[in-house]
């Protein structure tokens, strides 16, 4: 650390922001602040780390003060003191919180930027408003090159905290190709990282999806990682465009320099995770919302990490027989409208899961406004987006995203399409969980008529759970099995 960007240097000018947490996410946020013009002081758990960043990736950038204690970084900052925290999410979290308490005043304001359960920010921000200090629960997205550069930020909690920092995080934040920033407040407590959260849940399913096209591909159409590269670069041409079909093309074109194979055969296919994408099905679970398409994801990850097991069951459960893989009439096209589909269906599935939060919270999200926070700087940034916010400009009531006239003309002209290819890998035993699950989610919603009578009556039979009944209002209940007879069936 040098002494002409220490603490003792700035006494008295206060830096505008503090950051506690030197990982790959904190020194690129606070380089991206320094960049934009703002003053901060940071600090790391393990203080090496604060001087191998001020001697390396901070070396000559004098707006940043490096501080070797939270005494020290809290000395120096202007008031009221706003502290951004970028550690592991969890028990570092209250651990850091507890730390800097002692040091600060009525009116300061922590503001979390790591990937806290949602529920957490809620109880953190309450705690801490009722000792009058104020919280934020930031979500932030778009990994290293995003922090760096620009990332799409979600921030929730106290609002007049939201507006004492407004400016800076609007300022470090991405910008949408129509230069609005990918920032807005979004509610209070827990809203910016259960919005955050979704985003998790959905990037796992676009990415899910992704992956089973490319096996597709590859395992039915018997397309080589050359041509796969080809096609997906060029649907990153069209209404496909985004991040993560960007990266896919890259990652297929990339070379092994080892063994002069496709990097990507050359690569175990254990995924791995960490959480949030089953914190967004768990979610999902508990508000009721009908997100089958995003826990297939989860569960397909799971899936993969089994990969010992996998490979022994390969062994003893055949599928079908080899000369049965072929084609199936399935063209790389069907696949596009496939693959378009089925997003456009779990995209659905994650904005329900966001319409029925904001119900139960009482946080009054802005969904067209969420579309637009993540047109930039985040992982899922993608053309569609745009598509997203128009629908809900259109109707701000609207009730699912494939009843907007644009995605439901993508999904009922795609349909047949889509068909063919979850189809042809049922046939020849391709395993498409998220591709199927959001056919049947598709499927489900546009159905008056669902086989739930049955299982209405079977929980009746067996425990006396009532039902409905189609011709009148109120609740029965059948005596199911008198000597085999159906012998009374009363309102109850
Ligand atoms: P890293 O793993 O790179 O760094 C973790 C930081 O947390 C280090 O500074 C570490 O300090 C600190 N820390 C830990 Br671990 N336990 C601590 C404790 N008990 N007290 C104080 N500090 C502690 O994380 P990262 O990738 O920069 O992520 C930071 C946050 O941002 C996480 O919540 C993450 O989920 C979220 N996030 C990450 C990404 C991404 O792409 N990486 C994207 C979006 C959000 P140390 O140096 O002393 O160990």
């Not at 040098?2 to 008295?12: D, Q, R």
């Not at 047109?375 to 745009?386: D, H, K, N, T």
């Not at 494939?402 to 063919?420: M, N, S, T």
Request: charged share 20%; with cysteine.
């Amino acid at each position: 650390m040098t002494e002409s960007a220490g603490v003792g240097a700035v006494a008295g000018a206060g830096a505008h922001i503090g950051l506690i947490g030197l990982g790959v996410m904190g020194q690129n946020l606070v380089l991206n602040m320094a960049r934009n013009g703002y003053r901060v002081a940071v600090f790391n758990r393990t203080t090496s780390v604060v001087q191998d960043f001020m001697a390396g990736p901070a070396r000559g950038v004098d707006n940043i003060i490096g501080a070797t204690s939270i005494e020290q970084l809290v000395s120096a900052l202007a008031t009221p003191r706003r502290i951004m925290l970028m550690v592991k999410a969890g028990s570092a979290v209250d651990a850091v919180i507890a730390q800097l308490e002692p040091y600060l005043n009525a009116g300061d304001i922590i503001i979390d930027g790591g990937n806290s359960l949602f529920k957490d920010t809620a109880r953190r921000a309450a705690a801490l408003e009722a000792k009058g200090l104020r919280y934020l629960g930031v979500g932030v997205s778009g990994g290293e090159e995003g922090a760096l550069k620009g990332p799409s930020i979600m921030p929730g909690g106290s609002r007049d905290a939201w507006e004492a920092v407004s400016s800076l995080l609007t300022d470090i934040a991405a910008k949408a190709p129509s230069g609005e920033p990918c920032c807005a407040y979004l509610g209070p407590g827990g809203a910016g990282h259960f919005v955050k959260m979704v985003h998790n849940g959905v990037e796992y399913v676009d990415m899910q999806l992704i992956a089973e096209t490319y096996f597709f591909m590859r395992e039915t159409l018997g397309m080589d990682v050359r041509q796969m590269q080809q096609l997906f670069a060029q649907w990153n041409q069209g209404e496909l465009e985004s991040y993560l079909i960007e990266i896919t093309a890259e990652i297929l074109g990339k070379t092994d320099a080892a063994t002069g194979k496709p990097m990507v055969d050359m690569i175990m296919d254990r995924a791995g995770q960490k959480g949030t994408g089953k914190w967004t099905a768990q979610e999902a679970l508990d508000l009721g919302a009908a997100a089958p398409t995003m826990a297939e994801a989860v569960f397909a990850r799971a899936m993969s990490a089994a990969r010992d097991e996998r490979c022994a069951a390969a062994a003893q459960l055949p599928g079908p027989k080899p000369e049965s893989v072929g084609g199936h009439g399935v063209s790389a096209d069907d696949l596009k409208q496939a693959l378009y589909a089925a997003k456009i269906c779990a995209y659905a599935q994650g904005f329900e899961l966001m319409k029925l939060a904001s119900r139960e919270y009482g946080w009054e999200l802005d969904l067209g406004g969420i579309a637009l926070l993540w047109r930039g700087g985040c992982i899922i940034r993608a053309q569609f987006l745009e598509r997203i916010k128009e629908a809900y400009t259109r109707n701000p009531q609207l009730d699912n995203l494939i009843l907007d006239p644009y995605f439901r003309q993508v999904v009922v002209g795609g349909q047949e399409a889509w068909r063919r290819v979850v189809a042809a890998a049922a046939q020849t035993g391709i395993p498409v969980p998220a591709l199927s699950s959001s056919l049947a989610y598709y499927d489900s919603y546009r159905r008056c008529q669902l086989p739930a009578n049955l299982i209405q009556a079977q929980r009746d039979y067996f425990g006396a759970h009532t039902y409905e009944r189609v011709d009148a209002p109120g609740w029965f209940h059948t005596d199911w099995l008198v000597d085999g007879d159906v012998v009374s069936s009363e309102p109850v």
